[in-house]
């Protein structure tokens, strides 16, 4: 019965039909429980292939709580202090999202911000925490549920485990509000809800923990016993260009194309003179916003040290991200200027969009590189924040904010870059100061191709599982009957008040 409605049932009716009768009820409970088997399905594979392939082991069975570790409180209160500066950047990604958006979407955007931090501390209390930080296999991690078992500091950096999972969900929260970014305008309510379950809770930790889990078949990788031994390098990313942007990105990249673009939208290559992104609604916010995300990023990179202890380390991360800031809004101001579609005019949106395209690409590196390494990363960061927004327009994806130029391809960028400006006198932070004994040193400073080449397979593998299966998670719930479908019904984006009504009653700007 259920195929034979699937079959029969005509696109132009299907909005109106009421989620309140039985038959779409059970419709829509038969596809979420599907979607649900299928997940459950992949995490036991996961969980199950390394031992069946005798990649790296079960650490489960060998690994017990460090329960005599003492809690540094140096650490520990510079990981507290840096977790609140990062979870306070979604004070600015709200103002910068409102503001690049156009007015009837500003409601929206508000609280859908807000429901993806609530989804988030949820899900990365429940199971998101255990997936990316616990000890599992290289795929996976299947300890500390519900934070169940944990033991008192998070390994060797002598950080209270709490402490940790608090900086670590302000992350999370990062990842997830990137996703809504190239979605604005036409994504409904109740999609966002489920696919925000699905990014906060499976997505990003599960693919996070092969880059930063304890047992990562990324961060182990180049050493014995572990994947491509041979290699020598293990894929780094400090504080999270690929892990946290790249994700964030190309998820939110997956969202704007199984999405479509806003009705109504016209792109340049189909009018040269009405083309182009609606004009945002109010530059001070978004200007206000991303000063606001550029003051978390000293939560965001110099936090990543783990380590209070560790002082060089904190300055030197802090004065690149500083001047990758910097040298992304010049960079992308001066392309806008001579070659934009305002050529000739200094335009405010790129000139932001390039300074958080610098701050992107200079969180993996921010540890290994000189500041003038940094000016270099920046510099280019904003110059892939112009092309990538051309690029985009030309192939009619439909990205309101940007958000896949200056996390996506900032986040492949930054993640590369270690393997060329890495300047070869700095190693490791720790628990009690910097390790320099191992420097990492890239193409550019004498290290040869060894680590570039650790990068670009880290970086690959990330970014081409993270678009396949994000396009898989928006199809599925853009194949949802209404109201659950990704997108709102037309009536929703065209009517009176547009999304910021239908969905929510309210406005943001009342006369």
């Keep these: 019965m259920i195929l034979r409605r699937l079959l029969n049932r005509k696109s132009s009716t299907a909005s109106k039909v009421s989620m309140s009768r039985p038959e779409k009820w059970n419709l829509f409970l038969a596809i979420f429980a599907g979607k649900m088997i299928g997940l459950v399905m992949v995490i036991a594979a996961m969980m199950m292939i390394p031992g069946l392939l005798g990649l790296s082991a079960s650490a489960a069975e060998s690994y017990t709580p460090h329960e005599t570790a003492t809690i540094n409180a140096i650490n520990t209160m510079w990981t507290l202090i840096a977790a609140a500066l990062v979870f306070g950047m979604q004070a600015g990604f709200v103002m910068l999202e409102a503001g690049f958006a156009r007015k009837k979407e500003t409601v929206n955007i508000l609280i859908e911000c807000a429901l993806d931090t609530a989804i988030c501390g949820v899900f990365f209390w429940a199971i ?12 996976i991690g299947y300890n500390w549920f519900f934070l169940q078992g944990v033991p008192l500091t998070y390994e060797a950096t002598g950080v209270s485990i709490l402490a940790h999972w608090i900086f670590q969900f302000a992350f999370a929260d990062t990842a ?66 690929t892990v946290v ?12 194309i199984v999405l479509g673009p806003r009705l109504g939208r016209i792109f340049l290559r189909d009018d040269k003179e009405k083309g182009g992104l609606p004009a945002p609604h109010s530059l001070p916010l978004a200007t206000i916003g991303a000063f606001l995300l550029w003051f978390g990023w000293y939560g965001f990179n110099p936090g990543s040290t783990l380590s209070g202890m560790d002082i060089a380390g ?39 969009n390039g300074m958080l395209g610098g701050l992107v690409a200079i969180t993996a590196p921010c540890y290994w590189v000189s500041p003038f390494g940094a000016v270099i990363i920046g510099l280019i960061g904003g110059i892939v924040v112009f092309g990538g927004v051309y690029l985009l327009e030309y192939l009619r994806v439909d990205d309101p904010v940007g958000a ?46 060894e680590v570039l080449k650790a990068q670009a397979i880290g970086s690959f593998t990330v970014t081409v599982v993270t678009f396949a299966i994000a396009m898989l998670l928006m199809w599925l719930v853009m194949k949802l009957p209404q109201p659950w479908s990704l997108r709102v019904e037309a009536k929703g984006e065209l009517g009176e008040g547009g999304i910021d009504i239908f969905e929510h009653g309210s406005k943001a700007y009342y006369d």
């Design 176 to 241: 997830s509000t990137i996703t809504s970014g190239a979605m604005i305008g036409r994504t409904s309510f109740r999609g966002d809800i489920l696919y925000s379950i699905g990014v906060t809770g499976f997505i990003y930790p599960i693919i996070g923990h092969w880059a930063w889990g304890p047992d990562g078949f990324l961060a182990t990788m180049g050493s014995a016993g572990h994947f491509m031994p041979s290699l020598g390098q293990p894929f780094r990313d400090f504080a999270g260009s």
């Design 314 to 352: 904190i300055g030197r991360v802090a004065a690149n991200t500083t001047l990758a800031a910097c040298t992304g809004a010049l960079g992308a101001m001066a392309l806008a200027f001579y070659f934009g579609l305002t050529k000739g005019k200094f335009d405010v949106g790129f000139t932001l």
């Design 128 to 139: 998101g925490y255990a997936f990316m930080f616990s000890h599992g296999n290289g795929f």
């Design 404 to 449: 896949f130029s200056v996390h996506g391809l900032n986040g492949i960028w930054g993640t590369l870059s270690i393997g060329l400006f890495a300047c070869g006198m700095y190693g490791a932070t720790g628990p009690t100061g910097a390790d320099d004994s191992s420097p990492v040193a890239g193409l550019f400073y004498g290290g040869g191709t």
């Design 245 to 256: 942007h790249t994700i964030g990105g190309v998820v939110s990249l997956a969202g704007a």
